[in-house]
């Protein structure tokens, strides 16, 4: 079955500190990938998806994720992390464009500290 | 635009009562989801529809009930609750097959 794995559970970088979240899908063809974002007592909120094409994908919030299929990764990046990025990154996979049934990750939960 | 609103925002069952968890949204979305999330997971899909009359099942069905009468609302129906569906239940929407649209949720605990 196609799974997601979080590496980190939890990760804690400076404000102003370069942030790397890592992601790993089971093997198998192409997946498309995307990250959420969850605020403290929120419900997520897409930052970004690959589809194909362009292996480094922009999102919203400054954050840019690259697809690497020889190591079976779409890690998220952000070059400058602001106090407000402080909240709960979940990366998601599905098989089929346009399939509704996504597998989720089990989290990274991000602590930003001045 | 309220987005996508759920309602409540906090509920205690006791063991065997049912509930109505209420989702909506005024976004004229077609595709609608509800997922469950519990402590240090990730989301689990429950329902989801794709377009007012049809409805399917999701990862983890068992336990739950959905319908689908209008574009704009997805309600999530528990009967007989039990303390496995103790979780934060997530609504959620899109044009297409792919949540973009999120509620701020709702915690219910059973005991």
């Known amino acids: 079955a196609q799974s997601v794995t979080q590496p980190d559970i939890h990760i804690t970088v400076s404000e102003g500190a370069s942030l790397e979240l890592r992601c790993n899908y089971s093997?198998?063809?192409?997946?498309?990938l995307f990250w959420y974002v969850q605020s403290p007592g929120q419900g997520l909120q897409l930052l970004l998806k690959?589809?194909?094409?362009?292996?480094l994908v922009q999102g919203i919030k400054g954050f840019e994720a690259e697809f690497k299929r020889s190591q079976s990764s779409f890690n998220l990046r952000k070059p400058s992390v602001h106090w407000s990025d402080a909240a709960g990154y979940f990366c998601?996979?599905?098989?089929?464009?346009?399939?509704?049934?996504?597998?989720f990750g089990t989290g990274t939960r991000l602590t930003i500290i001045p | 635009n309220a987005g996508v609103t759920q309602t409540p925002k906090f509920r205690i069952l006791k063991i065997g009562q049912s509930m109505t968890l209420q989702c909506t949204q005024d976004?004229?979305?077609?595709?609608m989801y509800w997922y469950r999330q519990d402590p240090g997971m990730g989301l689990k899909l429950i329902y989801y529809?794709?377009?007012?009359?049809?409805?399917d099942k999701g990862e983890v069905p068992n336990g739950y009930n959905v319908s689908r009468s209008t574009t704009e609302d997805f309600p999530l129906r528990l009967e007989l609750a039990a303390p496995s569906q103790t979780s934060v239940y997530f609504c959620?929407?899109?044009?297409?097959?792919?949540?973009?649209?999120f509620g701020s949720g709702t915690r219910l605990t059973v005991v």
């Open positions: 959620a929407s899109s044009y297409g097959g792919t949540p973009d649209t």
């Open positions: 093997y198998g063809a192409t997946p498309y």
């Open positions: 690959y589809f194909s094409g362009d292996t």
């Open positions: 998601a996979r599905t098989m089929t464009f346009g399939n509704e049934k996504l597998t």
């Open positions: 976004m004229n979305h077609n595709y």
């Open positions: 529809s794709v377009g007012a009359g049809i409805t």
